[in-house]
């Protein structure tokens, strides 16, 4: 153990033996500052999947990580849940002729529309601003993957919700209680 002093603005030097140790030696690494009950905790910063926690295989989508593993997973129970519907055959096409820039793309503004219902969570669901939303995404949805009926958008606001991997992405990137808000305000189209 070595004590050192902290300078005016709370900064400290790591020791050079352990920055060579925990491979943080480049100017700029990223250092997660962890509170514990024994004190602080500096962790070398590493990307993780947004579901399961790994960090191997990762690809970013919409500023989160996911592994292909969950990925390959999510896609097989797509498959299986909806595989037989005109909308995954039209999804299916569309994903054929698209890079993985263009997903990236795709997601990340989807992601923006889940940010702006994020904005408005504390209002009225039914709201005409919140209305407008639910149509936007609609609308996106049917522009970019499939023809997004009133029914599946009815089934997507319920996913949004009772599937943990879906509610932790969208409420970790637009806020605590954003995938509730989509999920109601859904619910309350008319
Ligand atoms: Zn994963």
């Not at 519907?85 to 992601?111: C, F, H, P, R, V």
Request: aromatic share 8%.
């Amino acid at each position: 153990m070595e004590t050192r002093k902290t300078d005016a603005l709370g900064r400290i030097v790591i020791p050079k033996d352990l920055r060579i140790k925990y491979d943080i030696m480049s100017e700029g690494s990223d250092i997660d500052i962890i509170p514990t009950e024994e004190g602080i905790l500096l962790k070398k910063h590493c990307d993780t999947c947004a579901i399961c926690g790994s960090s191997n295989d990762l690809v970013n989508y919409a500023g989160k990580y996911y592994c292909r593993t969950c990925i390959k997973n999510l896609n097989a129970e797509a498959k299986m849940k909806w595989g037989d519907t005109e909308a995954y055959k039209d999804y299916q096409e569309k994903a054929e002729n698209l890079s993985e820039e263009d997903k990236q793309l795709l997601s990340g503004e989807l992601m923006n529309i889940f940010g702006e219902f994020g904005e408005i969570k504390r209002t009225d669901p039914a709201s005409e601003s919140a209305q407008e939303l639910v149509l936007m995404l609609q609308n996106y949805i049917t522009d970019h993957f499939y023809k997004c009926t009133d029914d599946i958008l009815r089934g997507l606001g319920q996913m949004y919700v009772n599937d943990m991997r879906f509610k932790k992405s969208i409420d970790d990137t637009c806020g605590e209680g954003t995938a509730e808000f989509v999920s109601k305000a859904i619910a309350a189209k008319k």
